[in-house]
């Protein structure tokens, strides 16, 4: 199985188009910070549509001319958040998208975001249901496969008013029957729960949620009134010492523009290093 990490930026990117914290403005001067939308390429699927997808596609490419146009586009959803959606609606040129999700991702996407009434003038749509009771296959002959693992029932503010369930934000596990490798992938939760930390624990890759760095960052950077996990996300001095006692190879993802890692030369890089943990990057391939 192999993976391509695509991009390692939480919401708005690397630098985000209408901020000038030091993360940003180092990224503005120094190109080698700059990161895009979190995403993972799996076989022929894509992790989360973001807004970003464009250059994701050509991205795998890498830097060959297609021999024929990219006529069906696969893509498995961890959630319904605008960061990992919008790129959906610019998959329109395609004549068939595949999308792997939750059954409540799905209704999110149907009723809020409207996708089958925009899009079907454009391509057909094809949904897969993404659950936690079986792997759901990727790869033409079934080798590959992945699996919902729930891990939050937040809602996206545009579906605020969408029924409770524990699969709004799932983590994935993909399990290669070929080589017996596997790789949990999780952007985005809020809780160290036993059936995540399970699936870690089985993992020989996991790459998790980088979002903050500390609880305190985003009302210290101003951008929030709100702890990092009271936004969803457990900052990373909260489950680095867990990570490092995992058997698997771990790797952050999702990183915000304010956290200090987005800075290469941050003295909190070392600190991860110690503990065995490392920062993903874009354009990183990883083979299971």
């Not at 799932?170 to 059936?195: H, K, Q």
Request: aromatic share 4%; hydrophobic share 40%.
């Amino acid at each position: 199985m192999r993976l391509r990490i695509l991009g390692t930026a939480a919401g708005g990117g690397v630098p985000q188009w209408n901020c000038a914290c030091p993360g940003c403005t180092g990224a503005r001067t120094n190109p080698a910070w700059r990161r895009t939308h979190a995403s993972l390429a799996v076989e022929d699927h894509i992790v989360n549509a973001t807004p970003d997808i464009a250059e994701h596609v050509e991205a795998l490419r890498s830097g060959d001319a297609p021999t024929e146009r990219t006529r069906v586009m696969r893509v498995v959803l961890t959630d319904a958040e605008l960061d990992h959606t919008l790129g959906l609606f610019r998959l329109r040129e395609a004549d068939e998208l595949e999308i792997v999700a939750t059954p409540t991702v799905r209704q999110a996407l149907t009723g809020g975001l409207r996708l089958p009434e925009v899009l079907s003038p454009y391509a057909d749509l094809r949904w897969r249901d993404l659950t936690a009771d079986g792997p759901v296959p990727l790869s033409a002959g079934g080798e590959v496969g992945v699996q919902a693992v729930p891990v939050s029932g937040k809602r996206p503010r545009y579906a605020s008013d969408g029924a409770a369930a524990p699969d709004w934000v799932v983590a994935l596990r993909f399990t290669d029957r070929t080589t017996g490798g596997t790789c949990l992938y999780a952007p985005a939760f809020g809780v160290w729960s036993p059936e995540l930390e399970a699936a870690m624990a089985e993992a020989d890759c996991v790459i998790v949620d980088g979002t903050f760095w500390d609880d305190e960052e985003p009302r210290r950077t101003g951008i929030s009134s709100r702890t990092a996990t009271e936004m969803g996300h457990l900052p990373v001095e909260a489950t680095a010492e867990r990570l490092s006692r995992l058997p698997g190879r771990c790797l952050y993802t999702h990183l915000n523009n304010t956290n200090p890692l987005v800075d290469p030369d941050a003295p909190q890089h070392k600190r991860l290093a110690g503990l065995g943990v490392e920062v993903a990057a874009d354009g990183m391939v990883i083979e299971l």
